[in-house]
């Protein structure tokens, strides 16, 4: 398993964009699967793979994670 065991917040960036994802504040609610399961994949590791989706749509996504477990910031 990776992270979401140690309880370690984990990072992943494309070029536009650095996603963060605390284990801590999950609810493992699924939204982010449902909403966007190209991006968000359990079966995958790393189970967050940005290069599936343009930038918009990761932040569109994330601004729908009830729990505040996903956030990020601009690299540019
Ligand atoms: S939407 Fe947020 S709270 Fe729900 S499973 Fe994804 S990261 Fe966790």
Same mark, same amino acid.
């Given at each position: 398993?990776?992270?979401?065991?140690? +309880?370690?917040?984990?990072?992943?960036?494309?070029?536009?964009?650095?996603?963060?994802?605390?284990?801590?504040?999950?609810?493992?609610?699924?939204?982010?699967?449902?909403?966007?399961?190209?991006?968000?994949?359990? +079966?995958?590791?790393?189970?967050?793979?940005?290069? +599936?989706? +343009?930038?918009?749509?990761?932040?569109?996504?994330?601004?729908?994670?009830?729990?505040?477990?996903?956030?990020?910031?601009?690299?540019?």
């Amino acid at each position: 398993m990776d992270g979401r065991k140690l +309880n370690v917040m984990k990072e992943y960036s494309n070029s536009e964009i650095k996603v963060k994802w605390d284990p801590k504040l999950c609810q493992h609610s699924g939204v982010c699967i449902k909403t966007l399961p190209k991006v968000y994949d359990l +079966n995958k590791r790393p189970w967050i793979n940005l290069e +599936n989706a +343009n930038s918009d749509e990761i932040k569109s996504q994330i601004g729908k994670c009830p729990s505040g477990a996903l956030s990020f910031d601009d690299l540019n």
